[in-house]
């Protein structure tokens, strides 16, 4: 394939004389555009940007005029022409360029100001098919990208929180831009593109239910730089992806300092792992340390949920995430403060919490919103060397699963709850993880050992600091249930378990030796459930 190298060295500063000017997002428009013609730059219109420019008075030509065909399809073929990517797209410099312009009467285009048809909006939205077709974008992105390809002429706008700084250029420059910011702007534009692009394409797998598209982007939008990453030598920001579910993105910060990496990371983990109790059930807390919960609980308030979640490990809850899963009310937010927390993240939080909440000014408060649904559909992604891990997101709920009674012993009614409850919480615990749980409240819990034995006598363990501090005669773990993420692979986990005082077991199922872990809880009198589903964490 042949490769194009014009070797013309770009200016360092244009003069802008002719603006294409064609915007869904008005913000601003009409504020720039009569800067612009202030200084005497033509402008360029299309469609509603054309009757905003307009009917505010000023000078404007609809670009049917200098293509010579009208805008027709309902607007989706108005700038596709000749006379505007030439416009867009020819160097000024070279000969052959300037003759076929002249020859086709093609005008010179220094600035373009472009955005783009609400397409990640209209999706989030839950618009229909036709609907959300509709609004992709075909003419804003091809001329943003001939723009943007030929930035040593054309400055290229696509977001209006540049065009202060544009006109700044412009003062500074007697109407000229210089190259340095002609690039940045260039490279924003097919970010932005990029970034659109992704979003469509990601719907239209999902719509079509293509689990596995042969090109799989994954597109932000930046919300805030950070100080540092996940330690102060690496560098790190916060981008969205579009995807509206309530949490870190959508979140207020009603007060305290910038979340950092690893406050977005847990908060995050705590936020997902909270909305698995529904709220019109009963008031959930979950206490989350380096993403891994040190507590959670139920209660029949907010604060009793709080106190209990806080029992399981009040030592390591110590700067740790609080995710309540209602209303953040005073009475919770008075017990919250009197420990030392990073942030809470509640749905919604009340003016007299909020008021107790601001007498630590450095605690973070969020107000998320609402909850996640713990069952939405939707993909998460990891970087490795070289490639991108992309999977749906684990949306697997244990009400939905048909438990299978394995042991000789069923259940109890309380025994189920309780088996319930911790296999929600071993859904959000790093692997191998064993969680124990009594009414409602975790025992202990252990997280992310080599061995499922460690993890199950670190979680024991936990349990007996626990009572020593809570001045109890034994530990929450005596006639409470366990969950395991995944399988037992051998009867000595169950064992284990079974020494913390553990009378039912949940877990997946699904080893080569279930019969041998099944017959060392029948022996015990232990009662079993296999879910049939694993929720490894890595």
Known sequence: MAVISKKIPAPDKVEIKTALLSVFDKTGIVELARTLSARGVRLLSTGGTYKAIAAAGLAVTDVSEITGFPEIMDGRVKTLHPTVHGGLLAIRDDGEHQEAMKKHGIEAIDLAVINLYPFEEVRAAGGDYPTTVENIDIGGPAMIRASAKNHAYVTILTDPADYAEFLEQLSADAGKTVYTFRQRMAAKAYARTAAYDAVISNWFAEALSIDTPRHRVIGGVLKEEMRYGENPHQKAAFYLTGEKRPGVSTAALLQGKQLSYNNINDTDAAYELVAEFLPEKAPACAIIKHANPCGVATGSSLVEAYRRALACDSVSAFG??????????AETAEEIVKLFTEVIIAPDVTEEAKAIVARKPNLRLLSAGGLPDPRIAGLTAKTVSGGLLVQSRDNGMVEDLELKVVTKRAPTAQELDDMKFAFKVGKHVKSNAVVYAKDGQTAGIGAGQMSRVDSARIAALKAEEA????????????????????????????????????????????????????????????????????????
């Open 467 to 538: 009572a020593k501090a809570l001045g109890l005669m034994v530990p929450m773990t005596r006639g409470s249930a366990v969950a395991s993420e995944a399988f037992l692979p051998f009867a000595d986990g169950l064992l284990s378990m079974i020494a913390a005082g553990a009378t039912a077991v949940i877990q997946p199922g699904g080893s080569m030796r279930d019969q041998e872990v099944i017959d060392a809880a029948n022996e015990h009198g232990v009662a079993m459930v296999f879910t049939g589903m694993r929720h490894f964490r890595h």
């Open 320 to 329: 740790g995430i609080i995710a309540l899963n209602r209303t953040l009310d």
